[in-house]
């Protein structure tokens, strides 16, 4: 631990708020956000994250996240498995008792992350600007700890998202749609999915209907 202690990482930010998405969501939550990605996401709502940030080690990163005194925490980005040092703290927040989960873009290998560890693991659609970052090994490794989350743009998105899990049928893990803010309305995507009988379940960006499209929250 000594030496994964002195590792350090470049951050955004580091902040208490609810989580807004996936299955812990409403839970008092430390978000880690670290910074850098390789994607560029038409709708991203952290291009903030894509540069700066201050450097930091796993043992101040620790520390900062348990003088919060909360149960969860989530590291997040810009796209966090950017920086190979990411997986030291996964398993270092493990190691402290705490629910972790990551946000990741499904463009990166998510094979070495901690099992104990919530992936959150996007499928780019082709409204997202970057539908061909998306990993198929990643889909192989998925557990039912796990999330697959689509951000849908349009109906086109909703198209070319209903044809991939037909392809795809036998994935062990949930299945989260989520309208892309202020682009699809979220009863919209809700009256699609009960017309076709999808089985995913919608996700509304809780944070954002409670803040707005603001960072730190």
């Known amino acids: 631990m000594a030496a994964t ?5 470049k951050v955004t930010e580091v902040f208490h708020s609810l989580q807004g998405e996936a299955s812990f969501s409403g839970w008092p939550t430390v978000f ?18 894509f540069g700066g940030g201050d450097w930091a080690s796993i043992n101040e ?27 030291e703290l996964l398993s270092a927040l493990c190691d402290q008792g705490l629910e972790v989960s990551l946000e990741t873009s499904g463009a990166i290998d ?4 901690d099992p104990r560890v ?3 693991v996007d499928v780019k659609t082709p409204g997202s600007g970057e539908v061909g970052r998306n990993l198929e090994a990643n889909y192989t490794l ?16 909703y198209e ?21 803010f202020e682009e699809l309305s979220g009863r919209e995507l809700a009256e699609w999915i009960l017309e076709d009988r999808l ?9 954002k209907l409670l803040w707005g499209d603001v960072p730190g929250h």
Do not use: N
């Open 160 to 180: 070319w998202s209903r044809a991939w899990l037909r392809a795809h049928p036998d994935l062990p893990c949930e299945i989260y749609f989520s309208p892309s």
């Open 32 to 49: 880690v956000r670290l910074t850098g990605c390789p994607l560029r996401c038409q709708y991203c709502d952290t291009p903030y994250a």
């Open 5 to 9: 202690a002195e590792l350090r990482l």
């Open 199 to 207: 089985k995913v379940r919608l996700q509304l960006q809780l944070h």
């Open 118 to 120: 919530c992936r959150v």
């Open 61 to 87: 990163l620790v520390s900062q996240v348990l003088a919060f005194d909360a149960r969860y925490v989530c590291v997040t980005g810009g796209e966090p498995l950017a920086q190979p040092r990411c997986l």
């Open 110 to 113: 998510i094979a070495a992350v």
């Open 142 to 157: 998925l557990t039912a700890r796990d999330a697959l989350k689509f951000v849908l743009c349009d109906r086109a998105d």
